[in-house]
C-alpha cells in the first residue's frame, strides 16, 4: 500500500491529530464556568489552535530549512523562560482544568497523552526536517 503525497499541511498526521486534539478541548471547555471565559477557557483554546496555525505556517515556510524548524519550534519548545510554547502551554491548561474540577481526570489524561504524541512528532520534524522540505 502507497502513502498517498502530502500536498498541504491538512494531509499531515500531526496536523490532523492536533485539529481534532483542538476540537476536543473546545467541546470540553464549552462545560468550564462561565466565570473562566476570559481566562482558562479562551487560554485553553487559544494554545490548542495555535498549535494547528503555527504548523500551517511552517508548512508554507518549508522552502528554507531554518524558517521551517523555527517556526515548528513555536510549536513545541519554551521560547523564553516566561513563555510556553504552544503545544506545552496546552497541557499546562489541561492540568489547571482537571486540577479545577472542570475537567475529568481521564479526559485530562487522554488529552495529555495526544499532546504528548503532537510534540514527539513535531519534534521528530524538527530533528530530521529534509523529507518535509520543498525540493529546488
Known amino acids: 500500500m502507497e502513502k ?26 464549552k462545560k468550564f464556568p462561565i466565570e473562566e471565559r476570559f481566562s482558562l477557557t479562551d487560554q485553553i483554546r487559544r494554545s490548542s489552535r495555535s498549535v494547528c496555525a503555527n504548523l500551517a505556517e511552517a508548512w508554507r515556510k518549508r522552502r528554507y530549512e531554518a524558517a521551517f524548524v523555527a517556526k515548528l519550534n513555536d510549536c513545541v519548545r519554551v521560547a523564553t523562560p516566561k513563555e510556553l510554547a504552544e503545544s506545552a502551554e496546552t497541557q499546562t491548561w489541561i492540568e489547571f482544568a482537571v486540577k ?16 504528548n504524541q503532537i510534540l514527539g512528532s513535531l519534534v521528530n520534524m524538527i530533528i530530521n526536517p529534509s523529507p518535509w522540505l520543498m525540493k529546488r
Not at 498517498?4 to 471547555?29: C, G, T
Open 100 to 115: 479545577c474540577n472542570y475537567l475529568d481526570v481521564e479526559s485530562g489524561r487522554e488529552l495529555y497523552r495526544i499532546y
Open 4 to 29: 498517498e503525497a502530502i500536498k498541504n499541511h491538512q494531509d499531515l498526521r500531526v496536523y490532523q491529530m492536533a485539529f481534532e486534539a483542538a476540537m476536543k478541548i473546545f467541546e470540553v471547555s
